[in-house]
């Protein structure tokens, strides 16, 4: 998993790598702001996980023109994503097939980028900004992991700047 602050150059196509001149993030940096980055090649690793940390549910995506009924509600789908939003819990993202990003908010508000890729696993932390594209091969496989009753609604950004979830998230990384 390649991870790295983001370019900001919001007149490239999202799915461009926006590799920026400020380096890459390490593990410990993501740790920093609860973010955690694993990468399991076997199925039962990501379910020892999921036990481990009392996730409940789970689902697959698809994410592709055709399985979004086309161009489109492929770029309507891809918009939502992309809009910095939260979740009210911690989720996982496993990646099958294929590639996407999350950018993440750091500390200082910057984007940093991970490009994830099959087996790479992330794990999100309620409360953190986020955002999600895919690489420009449009093409990923996706399981999403969920936590005791799931919460799949995303809270866009300044609505949630107000969220219990976001102070409880803030307060959670600030040392
Ligand atoms: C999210 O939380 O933004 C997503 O789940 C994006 C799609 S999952 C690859
Ligand atoms: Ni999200």
Redesign the pocket.
């Known amino acids: 998993m390649h991870v790295y602050y983001f370019d900001n150059n919001d007149a490239v196509d999202e799915r461009e790598p926006h590799i920026g001149s400020d380096g890459d993030v390490s593990t410990e940096e993501l740790k920093a702001i609860g973010v955690l980055a694993y990468h399991f090649d076997s199925q039962s690793d990501v379910d020892e996980l999921a036990v481990s940390r009392n996730y409940v549910s789970r689902d697959v ?1 698809d ?1 592709t023109v055709e399985s979004m009924g086309g161009p489109e509600s492929y770029a309507e789908k891809l918009k939502n ?1 992309y809009t910095e ?1 939260l ?1 009210e819990d911690e ?1 996982i ?1 496993y ?1 099958l097939e294929g590639e ?1 990003y ?1 950018d993440v908010r750091g500390k200082d508000e910057r984007w940093i980028r991970a490009r ?1 890729s099959k087996g790479d696993l992330l794990i ?1 932390p309620a409360g953190i900004y ?3 594209t895919l690489t420009t091969d449009n093409y ?1 496989r ?1 399981m ?1 992991l969920f936590k005791e009753q799931p919460k799949w609604v ?1 809270i866009n950004r300044p609505i949630a700047d107000e969220n219990p979830y976001r102070s409880e998230y803030l307060e959670s990384i600030s040392a």
Do not use: T
């Open positions: 995506v994410i994503f939003h979740h989720e993202r990646i996407g999350f994830l999100l986020h955002r999600f990923v996706a999403r995303a």
